[in-house]
C-alpha cells in the first residue's frame, strides 16, 4: 500500500525559512518522480514543484522559483521542500504526491494528507 | 505556462442527476489530463487519467472525455457521496503542471 507522510509544516515569520519532508512506503521510491502541491485553506489546488527519480531534473511554480527547493533522498525514501524568503500567500496546507509515471512526468496518482505551514508575524 | 479554466465553479445538483463539468486548456495538451475529487479535509484523490481512463477502484459512473483543449468529466448518474470539490490539471510536456481552479459540486 502507497503511503505518503508529511510533516515540517509549523507556524513561521515572514522572511523565515522552513523545511517540509515527506516519507515515502509501498512503492520503489527511487523510481518515481515526485511533487509538491499546496493549498490555501478554503481555496483550489496549487502545483509547486517537481523532482525527478534521480534528482537530476527540478520543476518550479513562478510562485516559488528562487525561494523554494525540492529536494530527496533514495536511500531514505524521503523527499523534501526547502522554503526560504516565506511570505504571508505561502500560507497553505501543502501536500507530497507520487508522480504516475514510472521514471517519467505526469500527474499525482497517490497523495499524503498534507502538513500546514502558517506564515504570520 | 498553459492555463486550465473549469466550468462552472461552483454547481448545485441532485441525487440521480447526470451532470458534466467542463474543462479547457489554453493551449493543446492531447489527452495530458487528469480530474481529480476532493472532500472536506480529504486530500485529493484521483479520479481519470488520461483525459478518459478510470483509475482503479472508481466507480463507472464517472466518465472523461476529449483532446487537444476542450475535456469533460461526466458522473451520470449522482450519488450522495460524489458532491465534492472536482480539479482538472494537465500534464503535458515539462512543468508547471497547473490544475484548473476547481468546481464545487453542492446537493440541491
Known amino acids: 500500500e502507497v503511503q505518503l507522510v508529511e510533516s515540517g509544516g509549523v507556524v513561521v515569520q515572514p522572511g523565515g525559512s522552513l523545511r517540509l519532508s515527506c516519507a515515502a512506503s509501498?512503492?520503489?521510491?527511487?523510481?518515481?518522480?515526485m511533487h509538491w502541491v499546496r493549498q490555501v485553506p478554503g481555496k483550489g489546488l496549487e502545483w509547486v514543484s517537481l523532482i525527478n527519480w534521480d534528482a537530476g531534473n527540478t520543476f518550479y511554480a513562478d510562485s516559488v522559483k528562487g525561494r523554494f527547493t525540492i529536494s530527496r533522498d533514495n536511500s531514505k525514501k524521503s523527499l523534501y521542500l526547502h522554503m526560504n524568503s516565506l511570505r504571508t500567500d505561502d500560507t497553505a496546507l501543502y501536500y507530497c504526491?507520487?508522480?504516475?509515471?514510472?521514471?517519467?512526468?505526469?500527474?499525482?496518482?497517490?497523495w499524503g494528507q498534507g502538513t500546514l505551514v502558517t506564515v504570520s508575524s | 505556462d498553459i492555463q486550465m479554466t473549469q466550468s462552472p465553479s461552483s454547481l448545485s445538483a441532485s441525487v440521480g442527476d447526470r451532470v458534466t463539468i467542463t474543462c479547457r486548456a489554453s493551449q493543446g495538451i492531447s489527452n495530458h489530463l487528469a480530474w481529480f475529487q476532493q472532500k472536506p479535509g480529504k486530500a485529493p484523490k484521483s479520479l481519470i487519467y488520461a483525459a478518459s481512463n478510470l483509475q482503479s477502484g472508481v466507480p463507472s459512473r464517472f466518465s472523461g472525455s476529449g483532446y487537444g483543449t476542450d475535456f469533460t468529466l461526466t458522473i451520470s448518474s449522482l450519488q450522495p457521496e460524489d458532491f465534492a470539490t472536482y480539479y482538472c490539471?494537465?500534464?503535458?510536456?515539462?512543468?508547471?503542471?497547473?490544475f484548473g481552479q476547481g468546481t464545487k459540486l453542492e446537493i440541491k
Open positions: 509501498g512503492f520503489t521510491f527511487e523510481d518515481y518522480s
Open positions: 504526491a507520487k508522480d504516475q509515471s514510472h521514471r517519467g512526468y505526469s500527474y499525482g496518482d497517490y
Open positions: 490539471q494537465h500534464y503535458n510536456s515539462y512543468p508547471p503542471y497547473t
